[in-house]
């Protein structure tokens, strides 16, 4: 009777436990995109490798952890130089991400958005352009359901120069596609991410414009 009375307990806090873990996940996801500076999204990353710290099972914190730091990118008026420090905070926790979960295909969604951010120049093009594709040629083999594959891989293409193979006509295809996907792809776990759909709409919005 004791043995059975301790498994029901265990149960108990193991399921508040998981509730209270999802509860602040959510809360901090919702607070990421909310924030509209660098200095509070970096506090916010840290609120996240906190939890990863605690939960080290899960690769979710670390991964919104550094998101916070892409994110950051798109704020303030970053130069080239300072927005290469924050994609390298993100990159040092892609790497301990991909050490441990080589088979996620956002983890490798990510990745490709750091390398496209990379692209500051026309002299860091042509390299980050083709390590951005096969991140996301990996992300696809991992999970083709993926709307941020499509986005990512229109994004490419619609900034490679049209003489290299890119621009918008070819990019269309990707980016409908990623859209349609946003619209119908159910999401069931409300922690997973949901990021690219904005920009994939303003992506198609100049892609009609040149038509």
């Known amino acids: 009777m004791k043995t059975i009375i301790t498994i029901f307990l265990v149960a108990i806090a193991t399921v508040a436990f998981s509730s209270k873990y999802e509860e602040t996940m959510k809360t901090n996801i919702d607070k990421l995109y909310a924030l509209n ?4 999204l970096q506090a916010l990353a ?23 730091f892409v994110r950051s990118t798109f704020l303030d008026e970053m130069d080239a130089d ?16 991909q050490k441990k979960y080589s088979e ?5 969604a990510l990745q490709a958005l750091v390398y496209q951010l990379r692209i500051t120049d026309m002299s860091k093009g042509a390299k980050y352009s083709m390590k951005a594709s096969s991140a996301i040629a990996e992300a696809e083999k991992l999970n083709a359901e993926n709307p941020r594959v499509y986005y990512l891989r ?8 049209k003489f290299f193979g890119g621009g918008a006509e070819k990019a269309k295809p990707d980016l409908e596609k990623a859209a349609k996907m946003f619209e119908y792809v159910k999401q ?3 922690l997973m991410p949901t990021w690219g759909n904005i920009h ?11 038509d």
């Open 37 to 40: 500076s660098s200095v509070e």
């Open 200 to 210: 994939n709409g303003q992506l198609l919005e100049q892609c009609a414009n040149l």
């Open 154 to 161: 229109g994004s490419n293409t619609f900034h490679t120069p």
């Open 82 to 97: 300072a927005k290469h420090k924050q994609l390298d905070k993100a990159q040092s926790l892609i790497d301990e991400l």
């Open 46 to 68: 840290n609120q996240f490798e906190r939890i990863g710290m605690a939960e080290q099972d899960k690769w979710l914190p670390s991964y919104y952890a550094a998101y916070c």
């Open 188 to 190: 069931t776990d409300p």
């Open 104 to 108: 996620e295909s956002e983890i490798c």
